[in-house]
């Protein structure tokens, strides 16, 4: 499935958070590490030492987390150097090495290359066209826990969502997983007004039916999947906001990490994490797989 996992790094503990899960998901699916920081290029009006010096320094820093990482990971872990606009360069360097997946931390506050990587993961997120996960690490820079693998799949009938659960099941095949499939439909908005009941009635109506499709919905796929001897569970979340429902049921179901969807159109990239998928990042103690998919979808994910 992947080959070449790239983890960006910026001498920060909070980069460095990224590298336990990464690590792991080598090890299940067989891949290489692909350790890369960057070096900015300075002013003009700056010495050059400085930046011969901060090459030399990544250099060694590279260096040294990848020695830490070879005492117990048996694939090959590669350490270059990438120069220039932090998000290009790691664009331009995934995409020179064939990385399968980044897993970048999404902040950091390291003193290499200036501890762009804070910055760089949303700007990188939004237009790198291989899918990225995002790991945000504990605020003392301690890595989320890596021993489980249960993975939540949001759905909302789209072929969008649906290339993402294609991406979730071929990894979480390798890594085990429990697969949790959920819909969000809105609630029945609250009417205090005696005179609203009747209408109180048919928007409990509607619900029930889109509570009945969604199941339905989720039903087929998992049928599908458990035919291939794979552990799925569903479930039906009611909330006006999608992405806070997504939250919720990850939390309810201790998933290990999120798989959404995002837009593979070029036009769409501002909306990547402008959306839901930007709500849910942002409000996730886990991480988060983006996944684009290969081929344009006929409808988009909200």
């Not at 336990?20 to 003009?44: I, K, N, Y």
């Not at 998000?87 to 090495?97: K, P």
């Not at 290359?113 to 605020?139: I, K």
């Not at 979480?172 to 029945?188: I, Q």
Request: aromatic share 4%; charged share 25%; proline share 6%.
């Amino acid at each position: 499935m992947y080959k070449t996992i790239m983890v960006p790094q910026d001498g920060s503990p909070f980069a460095e958070g990224a590298l336990p899960r990464a690590v792991r998901l080598a090890e299940r699916t067989g891949s290489d590490l692909h350790l890369v920081t960057v070096v900015e290029p300075v002013s003009s009006f700056t010495s050059s030492n400085w930046e011969e010096a901060t090459r030399v320094w990544g250099e060694v820093y590279l260096e040294n987390v990848a020695e830490r990482l070879r005492g117990n990971f048996p694939g090959k872990v590669s350490t270059p150097l990438a120069e220039g606009s932090p998000t290009q360069a790691l664009s331009d360097e995934a995409r020179r090495v064939g990385a399968d997946l980044t897993i970048m931390a999404t902040h950091g506050r390291g003193t290499v290359a200036r501890a762009w990587l804070g910055s760089v993961a949303d700007g990188y997120s939004r237009t790198h066209d291989g899918p990225v996960m995002l790991v945000r690490p504990g605020e003392s820079g301690e890595a989320l826990p890596v021993g489980r693998a249960d993975i939540l799949i949001p759905l909302d009938g789209s072929d969008l969502s649906e290339d993402a659960l294609g991406h979730a099941v071929e990894l979480g095949e390798r890594c085990d997983s429990t697969f949790h499939l959920t819909r969000v439909v809105p609630p029945v908005p609250s009417l205090a007004s005696p005179y609203l009941a009747e209408l109180v009635g048919g928007a409990e109506a509607l619900l029930d039916g889109a509570r009945d499709d969604a199941a339905e919905y989720l039903e087929a796929h998992a049928e599908r999947l458990r035919r291939r001897g794979l552990r799925v569970t569903t479930s039906v979340v009611a909330d006006q906001q999608p992405a806070q429902g997504i939250l919720s049921e990850a939390s309810a179901v201790g998933a290990d990490f999120i798989v959404m969807a995002t837009h593979g159109h070029r036009g769409f990239r501002r909306a990547l994490l402008g959306s839901t998928a930007d709500k849910v990042l942002r409000g996730s103690t886990v991480p988060l797989l983006l996944h684009r998919p290969t081929r344009p979808a006929k409808r988009a994910v909200s």
